[in-house]
T-cell receptor, first 111, second 110 residues
Framework: DTEVTQTPKHLVMGMTNKKSLKCEQH?????MYWYKQKAKKPPELMFV???????INESVPSRFSPECPNSSLLNLHLHALQPEDSALYLC??????????FGPGTRLTVL | QKEVEQDPGPLSVPEGAIVSLNCTYS??????FMWYRQYSRKGPELLMY????GNKEDGRFTAQVDKSSKYISLFIRDSQPSDSATYLC??????????FGKGTRLHILP
């Protein structure tokens, strides 16, 4: 089973709201990732957790706050977002270098 | 020069044709090479993963890596309309970062 699940599928939020995106994998993978993808662009890496510790933070604004409660779960907390943050947010997991498995994404719209 | 170059297309080919998708790269540290397929408004799906020069085949898909030329290819045989998607090449130097190409939009015409 190479499935990564993400909830919700769609999210609409105002600029003053606080919301969270959730990601789950049960493949025993050691690393989990958050990406942001704009239309007709490749995914852009935001954060990497390896063995539940934040290992890469690509200088993402503090209005995005990742959390890894355990080896199977990854959250992305959102606060005071801007309309330009509207995008597809993708979660991925991997055990081997490069071999990342992506979830279906959460389509976020910030009004 | 970008680390990974990929022609964004669109590329349109008739059903049944062989499709050739390519990427070039400049970073000789890249050791792992991937191809992802992404349908509109969906997450990328890993198609092929390789870490050596040469060919790797999986059904109608063949991935080719030429490290000496810093060139990778994906071939799709007997293309189907369901193969219409964006194909992203991706590479890694062995850390947890993968560098994506821009993606090639492929249309298979019935």
């Amino acid at each position: 089973d190479t499935e990564v699940t993400q909830t919700p599928k769609h999210l609409v939020m105002g600029m003053t709201n606080k919301k969270s995106l959730k990601c789950e994998q049960h493949m025993g993978h050691r690393a989990m990732y958050w990406y942001k993808q704009k239309a007709k662009k490749p995914p852009e890496l935001m954060f990497v957790y390896s063995y539940e510790k934040l290992s890469i933070n690509e200088s993402v604004p503090s209005r995005f706050s990742p959390e890894c409660p355990n080896s199977s779960l990854l959250n992305l907390h959102l606060h005071a977002l801007q309309p330009e943050d509207s995008a597809l947010y993708l979660c991925a997991s991997s055990h081997n270098t490069g071999e990342q498995f992506f979830g279906p994404g959460t389509r976020l719209t910030v009004l | 020069q970008k680390e990974v170059e990929q022609d964004p297309g669109p590329l349109s080919v008739p059903e049944g044709a062989i499709v050739s998708l390519n990427c070039t790269y400049s970073n000789s540290a890249f050791q792992y090479f991937m191809w992802y397929r992404q349908y509109s408004r969906k997450g990328p799906e890993l198609l092929m993963y390789t870490y050596s020069s040469g060919n790797k085949e999986d059904g109608r898909f063949t991935a080719q890596v030429d490290k000496s030329s810093k060139y990778i290819s994906l071939f799709i045989r007997d293309s189907q309309p369901s193969d219409s998607a964006t194909y992203l090449c991706a590479m890694s130097a062995g850390d947890d970062k993968i560098i994506f190409g821009k993606g090639t939009r492929l249309h298979i015409l019935p």
